[in-house]
């Protein structure tokens, strides 16, 4: 028995929830034993045995995380965070052989940074216990024997231990096609704010009629079966802490195992349809592995088919319809909705409805009243939950509004929507000549010249089957929290309104993304899984572009004339790409004349899209090489291999803390070292071209002194990003 459970004394604990969802964890909490429970915007602090933290993380179906305090100080800087660390004795959380990772979250006035901060605590902690105790954890960043979390509240810090280890959303239950568009213990709040239990209790019907891969039916049969989310789990952040109670834990999942309940006789199945047959068939694989099968069925079939079952006279409808995020998505949605209300309205009347959308206004196509409507979040997604009951009396006619606007086509009315069309049209009127004349297909339209329209807008010229085609790839920069969330609803709406009639281009060649501030390597996270290129033109290469799947298109439109400054210098030179990405830059220098290539990255998926753009430009394998690595290690294994280069280009990410990657990346930081380690691979007459995309970013001067620094950051920014001299700063760097 751990020392916790022996005196029982109560823990200082936080569970932290999506936005939208605490007032049900701490419900929640109260049932497995919690006491001074106090609610917070993105989770409940309380007290708790062990016991009680077991119950937690293994039944709670709302919760992110559950962290234990360990420690609460005041440090102004970031030398007393490590000290006041130091004193903590870590012996008693960490074991000689266990593994660590760490976190750091919030504002602080000196450490300014998240990666740095978590940095820091981790020196602190491998320090300590080498001091201490004579041993140091390894870092292991995915599912850690223990995970230590930070969090700063201007100088006062909270340090805790995770015992989740990962987000308790993650059940155990979803195959390898990973995440859903929907997080499990969302849709758990969507079906306890809908008053499932109850209805379930009662032998209610369920549906969801665009059930995806089933994350609404499978936690509609957890629930049915009181079963605890967390009993498929394998990992918990706890079971290698040195704290941990083995025993307390299995008695603790024994008596969740016991409480579990099988389908009634002659129970009618919750059933989850969707026209797409592999997500039925992902549907069904991940019933099977929540072990809640025999609950449910699932079936290929369109929205318009469904149907109570024959004798369900109540039930629930719970479903989270697509609501666009791309344009040509945004019409499918409205469609989907007014579908959805059509069927709702014809043959589940005395049903309960709980429609969950990311963009309210779709509601309205549904011709039903809400009854209750609840804000609540799906990640960064701020989405409204509508409580519907399908009687006559809340029927009303399809699209009616008190207020705002209606259609897009009223959207575009609005003077808004039309100062915006004007603004468009002038960047149009001014950049299309010249981009003809200088042979330029890809061209940067907007980039926020009016501030309340925080949008970039960018033209992509593509070789589509049916000839030249032009796309849009549209970004919005996220408002900051003091805007109001509906006027920035409104300005998007206005603006996306004009876009077709200005450019000409059709809503289904159009993207949209949100963009926000990225930290590591985020940037490049996969959103989707489309995996459709398009082939992009540029100075007479092809470059392969992807407008689904990430945050950015594989071409940084920006460095156009760095690349092509590149190609012009590259003849006969041996060319090094560092942090390379898609090795668009090599394409270009290949083009030039390049006797050879060298382009690295750590990322395989980046590496492969390389191989693509270079196979595309029928780049010669054999003297054009890309390499998978830590661009700092290599760096140094090729200074001690004396290999040698005569042109180099490095574009290193404003900051990086990959797990594939030793240590912390920060470009304001560590590039004079990164140009140090290039230099030394540079023959006499060699040229390093170091650019960077940090703001405020402020070169070593004692750089100036030892090499010969020309900056051409406006040289190399083109007519069409001149209203940003600041998106890049770009150096030539030769030794003297």
Known sequence: MSDLADDGAALSLIASCPRGLADLLAKELAGFGATDIRERTTGVSFQGSLECAYRVCLGSRTANRLFLEIASFTAATAEEFYAQLRRIDWTAHLGPQA??????????????????????????????????????????????????????????????????????????????????????????????????????????????????????????????????????????????????????????????????????????????LDRDAASIRAAAANAQRAEIAPWVHFSTGLLAQSQPLPGQVTGLLATNPPYGVRMEDIAGARVAHRELGIVLREHFQGWHA?????????????????????????????????????????????????????????????????????????????????????????????????????????????????????????????????????????????????????????????????????????????????????????????????????????????????????GAQARARRFLNLFCYTATATVHAAAGGASASTSVDMSRTYLQWARRNLDLNDVPREPHELIQADCRQWLEDAVAARARYDLVFLDPPTFSNSKRMQGVLDVSRDHSGLIELCAQLLDRDGLLVFSTNAQRFKLDESLTERFAVTDISRATIALDFERNPRIHRCFEIRPR
């Open 99 to 272: 593994t660590l990772a760490c976190d750091f979250s919030g504002q602080h006035p000196q450490i300014t940074h998240t990666h740095f901060g978590a940095l820091k605590l981790k020196d602190a902690i491998c320090d300590g216990l080498r001091a201490w105790a004579g041993y140091r954890p390894d870092v292991q960043r995915e599912r850690p024997d223990v995970r230590v979390h930070a969090h700063a509240n201007g100088e006062q810090l909270t340090v805790s231990i995770d015992l989740s280890g990962e987000s308790l959303h993650r059940r155990g239950y979803r195959g390898a096609a990973g995440e859903a568009p929907l997080k499990e213990n969302v849709a758990a709040g969507i079906l306890l704010r809908a008053r499932w239990p109850e209805l379930a209790a009662e032998h209610a019907g369920f549906l969801d009629p665009m059930c995806g891969s089933g994350t609404l039916v499978i936690e509609a049969a957890l629930i049915a079966a009181n079963r605890a989310p967390g009993l498929t789990r394998d990992y918990f952040g706890f079971l290698g802490w040195r704290r941990h109670d083995p025993e307390l834990w299995q008695r603790v999942r024994a008596q969740a195992l016991a409480q579990v309940i099988a389908p009634p006789p002659g129970h009618q199945p919750l059933r989850g």
């Open 354 to 566: 709980a429609v969950f959308t990311g963009t309210p206004e779709l509601g309205l196509e549904l011709g039903i009243r809400a009854r209750r409507t609840h804000t609540m979040w799906n990640g960064a997604i701020e989405c409204r939950l509508l409580r519907l009951t399908v009687e006559v009396a809340s029927f009303r006619e399809v699209g009616q509004k008190r207020t705002g606007l209606t259609s897009d086509l009223e959207a575009a009315a609005t003077p808004g929507a039309r100062m915006f069309a004007n603004r468009l049209g002038k960047n149009l009127k001014r950049l299309d000549p010249w981009a003809r004349d200088q042979g330029i297909f890809n061209v940067r339209l907007y980039d926020a010249d009016m501030p309340e329209y925080a949008l970039a807008i960018d033209r992509y010229g593509i070789a589509g089957e049916q000839g030249p085609e032009d796309w849009l790839y549209v970004q919005e920069y996220e408002a900051p929290a003091s805007i109001d969330p509906e006027a920035v609803r409104r300005r998007r709406g206005e603006a996306l309104s004009v876009l077709s009639e200005v450019t000409g281009i059709p809503g289904e060649r159009i993207r949209v993304r949100l963009r926000r501030k990225q930290s590591g390597s985020s940037q490049y996270r996969k959103l989707e899984s489309q995996s459709v290129f398009h082939m992009a033109r540029e100075a007479g290469q092809r470059l392969w572009v992807n407008f689904d799947d990430y945050l950015d298109t594989g071409l940084f439109l920006d460095h156009r004339i760095t690349r092509e400054r590149l």
